[in-house]
């Protein structure tokens, strides 16, 4: 039970077969060997995992019943490389390398910017021009960095160096880098199977063009998001009682609350050993001076995490398209509904995520730990499917950076930003995060600038910031503006340029940048627009087509329906015109065509989008931008069948229920009764206590007596019988007409 954390009494198959994996190990309680089948977990996991196995054997162990079926996805396939410790060698072929605790890495790639050598040690002149050449490419593929392993084999398996031959392994790298203006460093060391394995970071030195990561901050109000990111870029602990978030607030009224309403960017440089740039002071340092100072730099983009401002949120998540999402928690605070809102966006988007629970200095052991269980289950969940995993060392950190990108694991950081604790391997984590994107690809293609603010600034005139998805833009270079309110595009100039506050002559893909812009007005500028290259020929997009997925609604989705869309930069209401089904409800897929309500926006097909409207959520995306041609316009709704009196239905009640006799009086009886008239037949004064029209009276026989209490005004304060009360008309009211009096009175004769 204490080996694998679970709550449960096992049946004696169960515990027999545990027994025989159990016995045969080195170190009892640590690691479970069945062919090749590795599994870790400390006695304080409470489910989170340090693993390495083949499919096979966790086959193996879900058949038997050991392992839950449930707790691990069905195409996690070979979790080696998801390894966060390394195991101690055991007897078996080491040849291959499956029946000993090396760890074992995946099969080299041609591509990427992950190389494996076996060793580097004196090195012939023809052999060092391809070793650079080699490492040219693999700086090419990480965007000016790459990974190197020495002591392992092109097949994964970690041979190990003695101690000279690494140093001189090492010392070979970096005469190699410093041929390519970068520099190496080791960021970790580990045993092989006769020797040592070093990982060593390349990267390239600070330049005019740094490398760029973009992170989104997000999770609950007062998780502790502005404060961690003026902790992380201030280089200094905070007070507790606000200290450091003041460093980050744009606007008054956020320092008063303490809650960001609006987005804020942020940065923390890296050099090429890969060490921190911003340092602590009265004043710090500022943005230009960390840009010339980094080799990397990480954007971090502090997003709001109130209710109130979640539309905030979702445009900083598809507007400034992150390459990752850090999500917050508070330990003290648990999972809440924005927390879960603000991942499930994330994954909508297919950002990686990775987690932070912070505040551990003043929460309480026991809530710290059910914070912790909340986030597994979260994680776990059939929505979400990832292996959460907690950071404890530096090895974790490595093996963590490495994977992230696959999507399939999300590391957990638990931190405290009064007392420090945790914050150095959260460093290191940024800092090896490598890039999601080829950004050297996009740069060649044609320009696409994507707006996601606007000024006017004096001096200088209209200025736009955003981020190049695409190519790149120089100064002076003419680019089209647009789609205005007329569904047009504009040619505009560039008039200057700047990147994290730094002047720049060029922009490339991947980069956020401020743009000044020629004989351009404030005005006419607005979020949401793009700036193109004219070789693009762009077309303004009113109507699309989408393929969605509704992930909650309450009733049912059809045409005419109408919510908010969140596209890229796009963001606006569009109404659906027509789809693949008559209605869509909670888990459907469709194909739908939609169109923009307002005004025509700049769209691609491929595209990710998420809409919403209400507590309704859908995600999706665009697969044809529809020509103005094929535009359908609005779907005319049918209008609703009026009421129309039956041929074959009565005019009146039939005479039999008139004449049925009722139980209570009515206002007709109490007014033609004998006791109640004089000689003459004439009504008596009623004295405002009752009063009966005689429009409407058949020939002798009585009136239905809904028919009269239709007609009978209400005076005074006595309430009449109920019967005689429906359909009266209140006082001071007109009349109602003719037809809506014959559509009462048939309902009335239905009911009777």
Same mark, same amino acid.
């Given at each position: 039970l204490c080996l694998c954390g679970t709550g449960f009494l096992w049946s004696p198959d169960r515990i027999q077969l545990w027994l025989d994996v159990f016995l045969s190990l080195p170190r009892p309680g640590r690691t479970i060997m069945d062919a090749g089948f590795v599994v870790r977990e400390s006695s304080h996991s409470n489910g989170f995992h340090s693993i390495t196995s083949p499919k096979s054997a966790l086959e193996k162990l879900q058949k038997n019943g050991v392992v839950d079926a449930d707790h691990y996805d069905d195409d996690i396939g070979d979790l080696s490389e998801f390894s966060l410790h390394h195991s101690e060698p055991i007897p078996g072929d080491a040849t291959n390398g499956e029946h000993c605790g090396v760890q074992k890495l995946p099969q080299e790639s041609e591509e990427g910017n992950v190389e494996y050598k076996r060793k580097l040690v004196n090195p012939s002149p023809e052999r060092l021009e391809h070793l650079v050449s080699q490492?040219?490419?693999?700086?090419?593929?990480?965007?000016?960095?790459?990974?190197?392993?020495?002591?392992?084999?092109?097949?994964?398996?970690?041979?190990?160096?003695?101690?000279?031959?690494?140093?001189?392994?090492?010392?070979?790298?970096?005469?190699?880098? +410093? #041929?390519?203006?970068?520099?190496? +460093?080791?960021?970790?060391?580990?045993?092989?199977?006769?020797?040592?394995?070093?990982?060593?970071?390349?990267?390239?030195?600070?330049?005019?063009?740094?490398?760029?990561?973009?992170?989104?901050?997000?999770?609950?109000?007062?998780?502790?998001?502005? !404060?961690?990111?003026?902790?992380?870029?201030?280089?200094?602990?905070?007070?507790?009682?606000?200290?450091?978030?003041?460093?980050?607030?744009?606007?008054?009224?956020?320092?008063?609350?303490?809650?960001?309403?609006?987005?804020?960017?942020?940065?923390?440089?890296?050099?090429?050993?890969? /060490?921190?740039?911003? !340092?602590?002071?009265?004043?710090?340092?500022?943005?230009?001076?960390?840009?010339?100072?980094?080799?990397?730099?990480?954007?971090?983009?502090?997003?709001?995490?109130?209710?109130?401002?979640?539309?905030?949120?979702m445009f900083g998540l598809t507007g400034h398209a992150p390459d990752f999402a850090m999500l917050m928690v508070g330990a003290n605070m648990g999972v809440s509904q924005m927390t879960k809102e603000h991942l499930g966006i994330s994954l909508a988007l297919r950002v990686p995520v990775f987690v932070i629970v912070t505040k551990i200095d003043l929460c309480p052991e026991n809530i710290l730990k059910e914070t912790m269980l909340q986030i597994k289950k979260v994680l776990k969940s059939p929505g979400c499917k990832k292996i959460p995993i907690v950071i404890r060392s530096e090895d974790d950190v490595v093996v963590a950076a490495r994977n992230f990108v696959s999507d399939r694991i999300a590391p957990i950081f638990?931190?405290?930003?009064? +007392?420090?604790?945790?914050?150095?391997?959260?460093?290191?984590?940024?800092?090896?995060?490598?890039?999601? !994107?080829?950004?050297?690809?996009? +740069?060649? %293609?044609?320009?696409?600038?994507?707006?996601?603010?606007?000024?006017?600034?004096?001096?200088?005139?209209?200025?736009?910031?955003?981020?190049?998805?695409?190519?790149?833009?120089? %100064?002076?270079?003419?680019?089209?503006?647009?789609?205005?309110?007329f569904s047009k595009f504009v040619s505009v100039s560039v008039k200057s340029m700047q990147t994290k506050r730094m002047p720049v002559r060029t922009v490339r893909a991947g980069q956020t940048a401020s743009i000044a812009l020629r004989k351009v007005t404030r005005s006419s500028l607005r979020k949401g627009m793009v700036l193109l290259a004219p070789a693009l020929k762009p077309r303004a997009c009113r109507e699309f087509d989408a393929e969605i997925l509704v992930l909650y609604h309450s009733t049912t989705i059809a045409p005419n329906y109408q919510a908010v869309l969140h596209c890229g930069v796009a963001q606006q209401t569009v109404k659906l015109l027509t789809m693949d089904k008559e209605y869509i409800r909670t888990g459907d897929k469709a194909k739908c065509r939609f169109k923009f309500m307002h005004r025509a926006e700049w769209l691609c097909e491929g595209t990710r989008l998420i809409f919403r409207e209400g507590r309704t959520k859908g995600i999706g995306k665009v697969v044809r931008i529809v020509p103005e041609d094929e535009h359908i316009g609005d779907v005319v709704k049918k209008k609703p069948v009026k009421y129309e009196e039956a041929a074959d239905a009565p005019s009146a009640p039939?005479? !039999?229920?008139?004449?049925?006799? %009722?139980?209570?009086?009515?206002?007709?009886? %109490?007014?033609?009764?004998?006791?109640?008239?004089?000689?003459?037949?004439?009504?008596? &004064?009623?004295?405002?206590?009752?009063?009966?029209?005689?429009?409407?009276?058949?020939?002798?026989?009585?009136?239905? &007596?809904?028919?009269?209490?239709?007609?009978?005004?209400?005076?005074?304060?006595?309430?009449?019988?109920?019967?005689?009360?429906?359909?009266?008309?209140? #006082?001071?009211?007109?009349?109602?007409?003719?037809?809506?009096?014959?559509?009462?009175?048939?309902?009335?004769? #239905? /009911?009777?």
């Open positions: 490492l040219k490419f693999r700086l090419a593929e990480g965007c000016g960095e790459c990974l190197y392993e020495i002591g392992v084999e092109d097949n994964g398996i970690g041979s190990g160096l003695s101690a000279d031959e690494l140093r001189e392994s090492i010392d070979t790298l970096k005469h190699m880098a +410093s #041929k390519l203006n970068a520099d190496a +460093s080791v960021i970790r060391t580990r045993d092989g199977l006769s020797g040592t394995v070093a990982e060593v970071l390349v990267r390239r030195y600070a330049a005019e063009e740094f490398f760029e990561v973009r992170v989104a901050v997000v999770g609950n109000v007062d998780s502790g998001k502005s !404060t961690l990111l003026g902790v992380l870029t201030r280089g200094q602990l905070d007070n507790g009682r606000g200290l450091a978030r003041s460093h980050v607030f744009l606007h008054r009224h956020e320092m008063e609350s303490g809650r960001t309403s609006s987005i804020s960017s942020q940065i923390l440089g890296f050099d090429s050993k890969g /060490k921190i740039v911003n !340092t602590a002071g009265l004043k710090g340092m500022t943005t230009m001076e960390i840009c010339e100072a980094s080799a990397k730099i990480i954007n971090f983009i502090d997003l709001a995490g109130h209710e109130k401002y979640l539309k905030t949120t638990c931190v405290s930003n009064v +007392s420090g604790k945790n914050l150095d391997l959260l460093k290191q984590f940024l800092n090896l995060l490598p890039a999601r !994107t080829d950004w050297d690809q996009m +740069s060649k %293609l044609p320009a696409e600038f994507h707006i996601d603010a606007t000024w006017s600034v004096p001096g200088v005139g209209a200025v736009v910031s955003g981020t190049l998805m695409k190519g790149t833009i120089d %100064l002076n270079q003419t680019l089209l503006l647009g789609p205005d309110e039939p005479a !039999t229920v008139a004449a049925a006799p %009722l139980a209570v009086p009515t206002v007709h009886h %109490l007014a033609h009764s004998p006791s109640s008239t004089n000689g003459s037949g004439a009504h008596p &004064p009623t004295h405002g206590r009752y009063h009966a029209h005689g429009t409407g009276h058949h020939h002798a026989g009585h009136a239905p &007596p809904e028919e009269h209490s239709k007609a009978a005004p209400q005076k005074g304060k006595e309430k009449l019988p109920e019967e005689h009360s429906k359909g009266t008309p209140q #006082k001071g009211k007109e009349k109602p007409d003719e037809k809506s009096h014959a559509k009462r009175e048939h309902k009335e004769a #239905k /009911k009777r």
